[in-house]
């Protein structure tokens, strides 16, 4: 039992465990997994599949269908209830599978965005799922991470844990390893940590005890497991101009209802017409469709590495004016490769490339043995000691780097001079540590040495400068003055103008009675060693990007914590907009109004802490901006959180930056965050091709009924036949146009206010417009048609007409600015083959004698069709026709606000 651990010595709980400080082999891992189960918290239950496929009869609008076909038994209809009925059946089939593809593509999402955990396994450190941990697994825990399970602490360095969701304590918590007496509750169980709180400081190494629904959070997760998720705003609003749709369309039904009767018409007949038309009309499928959309478009993202972790990112994307992102990693690669050292007033030149541990030192042209050079040798072990990056060989003198990037250069770099990492850690085992946090701009570590105990630290060159009293010259301490700093600066600025990232190193002997490091000790006493400088080469991806940003009226800030000459030397490269930098140094020194009112004029932010990023945020947002901000560190959460979208970096990242994040980028890419704009615009162009169809259609629909009985006396449609064109056009189209391959020009266009929905002015008059020809057009049709023939070919050809009328505005609707022929008639796959299926099955209403009875449908000649595909093409023709000639005619109000679209607003 978990309270038992606290209580017994390190040892002895590994024993208990049946593991040690190397870790699980593999395959004892594989077992206790079969064992023990996956290590997650059992969510909401699944609703069995025979539940979901009733659920599709749980309709207010269903009932009254059922209804009606009940009356149709009671009446004589037989054939009609048969029909209803089976059109029921076939809807709620087809409602089935749309909602378990939604809930698979749900669930592979999900996956994707699964929490990793770093263990040892056979004495060799491994990121892994956190699902997979099991019990006497060895966690390694670092700043920033969240616990995955309930875990004995077996190291522990200056580590501070916020336990607040377990606690309510909103201040972290401090950590040993030592057991503790008597039976203790948990925030007195100082030894241990418990799945989902959060290293707030420093780090330790654990071996698990309990996962999944054993952990202390698994006991309360019966509490939260059916909470339902919130739906977002675009879900909300499709809801309610459902409901909208709903008033109106009833309205009409009643309209259709009283003219029925005053034409004269067999109550029964008017009354099953108007229940289909209510039923036909009313949307009552597009909450269903919209989820399906967003949840096959949130695939396809994750696909271009940007998983999405909040549906609301989706429809946020698609506004994004304004992408601040880190250099470091997302427009550069974040392979660092130091190039050159500044030591003893020497500049010492490297070679090799990347992860290779092969390279020489120069110095002046000559080469050199590293070892023999103090300064250099001592630059380099501090380097490696004051570092938490771990390498480990591999083939062709190759390595792979665990940590952080920029501190598995130093560790490479001392590895060409052939100083081994695990040797120096043997030989001079870290005794204590000052983490590295973006406030303090340095690390440092104690250990054993000259008698005493030795700081390594490293850091910022400024930052080590004030607080550096001596140099390293000539293998001697020598005091620090104002030419020796000014010397220093230069040899920094240098190599940040040739876009190196530069680190400081240096150290300060201290008394062996001090094992507890405080910044007391080496504030303003520290011996200056030297500089690494290393570069990150930009991504060639992020450079094409950036310029897509612009064209797409999206503005890219650079937000570093590197030197400002490094960060203007970047930008360049990547040819970002032009723009001011400023340091963190000078945003401090600015208001909150005086930052709002300078913040669009900056391109670049270098030397920036991290909660420097909130006040840059908040800044562009009292702008009106949409702002997109990335971030990968603990203090990042705020600025995430805050963003209208928050980025969080899938390699680099925090376990809380990602929590915080609306999206994870899986490659750390800014062109992964371009792919996601680019992506989310798409989204949202489909959903509004959907609403448009289904709504235009419906309208349409009821156009056509009210009109002929106005001015006829007849219905051009049966019920079954409404329904019919129900099945075959809207639940058929739908999905397959909210699959619309991208047409390419997303990119061009401005950015979608936020307040601007998927419904705008123009859209609605199109709705109006083409509903309104379709209306008229099956007016047209059946009142030439019931002069000339009897009343069932007649509606068998207002029956047709009705059906290649949807048809044909399926492919209208997949843009309304550009022909079909532009977009690639068939590049819609799936629309082509639904339109194919639905002609089928039309064909087989009209020409197979049980469905014409059972339809009351006769087969009608090629001269019939001929009308029937004139009057359905003619809409199509007077739609295409009008996107060559007028193609932004409905695009008032489409991204701002009663502005008409135009591409001129990318000028502004």
């Given amino acids: 039992m978990t309270e038992q651990y606290y209580n017994i010595p390190t040892e002895q709980v590994l024993r208990g465990l049946e ?38 009869f749980l309709s207010p609008l269903i009932y009254v269908l059922l209804i009606a076909g009940v009356i149709s038994i009671i009446a004589g209809h037989l054939t009609d209830a048969l029909v209803v009925f089976g059109v029921l059946l076939i809807n709620a089939v087809i409602g089935f599978l749309q909602e378990t593809r939604a809930e698979k593509a749900m669930e592979a999402l999900i996956r994707m965005a699964a929490p990793k955990a770093s263990v040892r396994r056979d004495g060799v450190v491994k990121d892994i799922p956190a699902r997979d941990i099991v019990p006497g697994d060895i966690l390694l825990l670092e700043t920033g991470d969240k616990v995955p399970a309930d875990a004995r602490l077996l190291e522990a360095s200056n580590l501070k844990l916020s336990e607040a969701i377990l606690t309510g304590e909103s201040v972290p918590v401090d950590k040993h390893t030592g057991a503790l007496k008597d039976e203790l509750s948990i925030p007195y169980r100082k030894n241990m940590v418990f799945m989902g709180t959060v290293v707030a400081y420093g780090r330790a190494t654990a071996v698990a005890t309990e996962t999944g629904m054993n952990t202390e959070m698994g006991k309360i997760a019966t509490s939260i497991r059916d909470v339902k998720p919130e739906k977002t705003p675009v879900q909300k609003s499709i809801g309610r101009l459902s409901r909208y749709l709903i008033i109106l369309f009833l309205g009409a039904c009643a309209l259709l209802v009283v003219v029925g009767v005053v034409k004269g018409l067999e109550w029964l007949d008017v009354f099953l017409l108007a229940v289909a038309a209510a039923v036909s009309a009313i949307p009552e499928g597009l909450p269903a469709v919209v989820t399906v959309v967003l949840a096959v478009g949130m695939r396809i993202m994750a696909a271009r590495k940007a998983v999405i972790r909040k549906l609301v990112a989706v429809e946020t994307l698609g506004s994004a004016t304004v992408i601040c992102a880190d250099k470091t990693g997302t427009l550069t690669l974040n392979q660092m490769t130091v190039r050159r050292m500044y030591v003893g007033g020497s500049w010492v030149d490297i070679t090799g490339e990347g992860y290779l541990v092969e390279g020489e030192f120069s110095i002046g042209g000559k080469k050199i043995d590293a070892k023999d050079q103090p300064a250099l040798d001592l630059h380099l072990r501090i380097g490696v000691l004051c570092n938490d990056a771990t390498i480990s060989m591999e083939e062709d003198q190759c390595c792979s780097v665990y940590g952080d990037p920029t501190e598995g250069a130093l560790v490479v770099a001392a590895a060409k001079a052939g100083i081994s990492r695990e040797k120096l850690d043997m030989d001079y085992p870290r005794v204590d540590e000052i983490p590295f946090q973006s406030e303090k701009l340095y690390m440092a570590t104690l250990h054993p040495g000259n008698g005493g105990h030795v700081a390594y630290v490293k850091g910022a060159p400024e930052k080590l400068l004030s607080l550096s009293e001596y140099v390293l010259q000539d293998g001697n301490k020598k005091s620090l003055d104002e030419t020796g700093k000014q010397a220093i600066l230069e040899a920094n600025n240098a190599m940040a103008r040739d876009a190196l990232r530069v680190i400081a190193t240096a150290y300060i002997d201290l008394p062996g009675e001090i094992s507890d490091l405080e910044e007391e000790h080496i504030r303003g006493k520290l011996v200056f060693v030297g500089l690494s400088g290393m570069d990150d080469p930009p991504r060639e991806e992020a450079r094409e990007s950036i310029r897509l940003c612009r064209q797409a009226g999206i503005k890219v800030i650079m937000i570093t914590g590197d030197n400002k000459l490094t960060a203007e030397s970047v930008a360049r490269q990547l040819e970002m907009p032009e723009g001011r930098s400023i340091t963190g140094v000078e945003l401090a020194e600015m208001s909150d109004d005086e930052l709002a009112r300078q913040v669009e004029d900056i391109s670049v932010f270098a030397r920036i802490e991290p909660i420097q990023k909130l006040r840059i945020v908040n800044a562009l947002k009292s702008r009106g901006h949409v702002v997109a901000m990335t971030g990968d560190g603990v203090n990042d959460a705020p600025a995430l959180k ?16 990602k929590e915080a994040g609306d999206m994870t980028l899986a490659d750390d890419n800014f062109a992964s965050i371009v792919a996601a704009v680019d992506e989310g615009r798409v989204i949202f162009n489909r959903l509004r091709n959907v609403v448009f169809l289904l709504i235009s259609t419906n309208i349409g629909e009821l156009l056509a009924l009210i009109l002929t009985i106005l001015f006829l006396g007849e219905a051009p449609l049966l019920a079954v036949q409404i329904i019919w064109v129900n099945l075959v056009t809207d639940t058929a189209l739908g999905i397959p146009l909210g699959l619309e391959p991208k047409s390419g020009d997303e990119l061009k266009q401005p950015p979608r206010h936020s307040s601007v929905g998927i419904l705008f002015p123009g859209m609605i008059m199109r709705i109006l417009f083409m509903a309104t020809l379709m209306g008229i057009g099956v007016f047209i049709v059946f009142n030439w048609a019931q002069a000339r023939m009897s009343i069932e070919e007649a509606r068998t050809m207002a029956f047709c007409t009705m059906v290649m009328f949807e048809w044909l505005r399926a492919f209208n609707a997949r843009s309304d600015e550009h022909t079909v022929f532009k977009l690639g008639l068939f590049k819609n796959r799936w629309l082509v083959l639904s339109v194919s299926v639905a002609i089928s099955l039309q064909l087989a209403v009209i020409y197979l004698p049980p469905l014409q009875t059972a339809f009351q449908t006769v087969p009608l000649g090629i001269d019939r069709w001929g009308i029937i595909i004139l009057a359905g093409g003619s809409l199509f023709v007077i739609e295409e026709l009008r996107k060559v000639f007028f193609p932004r005619l409905f695009s008032r109000g489409k991204w701002q606000p009663g502005v008409t679209g135009n591409r001129n607003m990318l000028e502004k």
Avoid: C, W, Y
Wanted: aromatic fraction near 2%; glycine fraction near 12%.
């Fill in 642 to 657: 805050t963003a209208n979208i928050g980025i969080a970096m899938g390699i680099t990242g925090t376990d809380v930056a």
């Fill in 19 to 56: 593991s040690s400080r190397s870790g699980l082999a593999s395959s004892e891992a594989k077992d206790r997994l079969l064992r023990h189960g996956p290590n997650l918290l059992a969510g909401k239950k699944k609703t069995p599949p025979v539940v979901v496929f009733l659920q599709q």
